[in-house]
Structure formats: C-alpha cells, structure tokens
T-cell receptor, first 111, second 114 residues
Framework: KQEVTQIPAALSVPEGENLVLNCSFT??????LQWFRQDPGKGLTSLLL?????REQTSGRLNASLDKSSGRSTLYIAASQPGDSATYLC??????????FGAGTRLFVKA | KAGVTQTPRYLIKTRGQQVTLSCSPI?????VSWYQQTPGQGLQFLFE???????NKGNFPGRFSGRQFSNSRSEMNVSTLELGDSALYLC?????????????FGPGTRLTVL
C-alpha cells in the first residue's frame, strides 16, 4: 500500500530565503509525482509534474526533483515571497490512475 | 478555457440524508477523479472515471458512489450521511490517457453534516 509522507509539517521562513520541502513514498512503482499548492479554503493548484522517467522539473523559482529508487522528491523554492505562503502537497500516481497525497507542508513566509 | 467547476460550493445536510455533488471537467478532459479532504485524514482518493467507466476506487464504504456521463461531467453521491462525512470534496480532471497528464482541481464543495 502506497504511503506518502511530507516533512516538515509546517515551516516559517523570512522573505527571501531559499527553502526545500520533502516528500517520500513507500512504493517506487509510480507513474508520476505532482506538487500542488493549496490556499486556505481553496482547491489545489498544480505546480509541477515529474514523470517517473524524469529527474527534475523547473518552473520559475520552483524546482522539483525525483529519486524514484529511494522514494524521495524535493521541492525547492528560491527567494521565497509572502505570496508563497500556502500548503504544499505532493501526490504520487500509481497503477490504475490512483493518486495518493501526502499530508502537506504548511509554509509561512514572513515579510 | 474554463477550469473545473463544482456545484454546489456549499451544502448543509442532516444525518441520514443523501447528497449529490457535481463536477464539470475542463473541455476535452475525459478523466474525473474525486477526493475527500478532512483535517484529520487529509486528501483521500475516492474514485476515478474515464469515458464513463470507473477505473479505480479508494477505500470508502459503498455509501459513496459516482458516475460519469457521456459529456465527461461527473456526479458523486453519498447516501445515509454521517457526521464524519463533513469535508471538502474536490474533483480533478485530466486528459486521463498517460502518466504525463496533469490533474486540474476544482474549487471544491464544502459539505457540512449536522
């Protein structure tokens, strides 16, 4: 049974700091891994999707890496801004188009 | 292109009632997935439909059911509501044909069971 863990559960950083969010999963037989952000009371916004054959993806200040063999992914956020404050969720998709989410990391960026 | 829409946005029901939630995917998307989000359990997968067929199902009781129509719109139904069914119900759509397909989420339906 696939389990997804995100560390830390919460993080508070000053504006401008670079930071790393971690995601680990127990079953390496995945098709892809996706990072989302969720603002309070809202739906999810897709940030990056990494296919199982890829090692990383970049979008603006965001960089996500995937090490399938060790069951780990990281989301790197450069030069953090108050607008980055949100909950960040990672999700892995395995066989049968079933997606399993981690519990998320709540990020607060102080101005 | 319009995003994923969910109706209604908010719903209040009492125990024992049933409820139907609706999800309209992005035009051209044929896959719709449903999730339940609660503070205690986080986001949990309910089921996924593609071209009117359920391809996978999460670990929820039979009170939770869904269907997809020929235009890819989907509904989920919860019968005999319990207090623990109070949650944000999210649907996501994608092309649904390969591992490269990004899921796009709707704003959710907030269900409160009294």
């Amino acid at each position: 049974k696939q389990e997804v863990t995100q560390i830390p559960a919460a993080l508070s950083v000053p504006e401008g700091e670079n930071l790393v969010l971690n995601c680990s999963f127990t079953d390496s037989a995945i098709y892809n891994l996706q990072w989302f952000r969720q603002d309070p009371g809202k739906g999810l916004t897709s940030l990056l999707l990494i296919q199982s054959s890829q090692r990383e993806q970049t979008s603006g200040r965001l960089n996500a890496s995937l090490d399938k063999s060790s069951g780990r992914s990281t989301l790197y956020i450069a030069a953090s801004q108050p607008g980055d404050s949100a909950t960040y969720l990672c999700a892995v998709q395995g066989g049968g188009f079933k997606t399993i989410f981690g519990a998320g990391t709540r990020l607060f960026v102080k101005a | 292109k319009a995003g994923v829409t969910q109706t209604p946005r908010y719903l209040i029901k009492t125990r024992g009632q049933q409820v139907t939630l609706s999800c309209s995917p992005i035009s051209g998307h044929r896959s719709v997935s449903w999730y339940q989000q609660t503070p205690g359990q986080g986001l949990q997968f309910l089921f996924e439909y593609f071209s009117e067929t359920q391809r996978n199902k999460g670990n929820f009781p039979g009170r939770f059911s869904g269907r997809q129509f020929s235009n890819s719109r989907s509904e989920m139904n919860v019968s005999t509501l319990e207090l623990g069914d109070s949650a944000l119900y999210l649907c996501a759509s994608s092309l649904g044909q390969s591992s490269t397909d990004t899921q796009y989420f709707g704003p959710g339906t907030r269900l409160t069971v009294l």
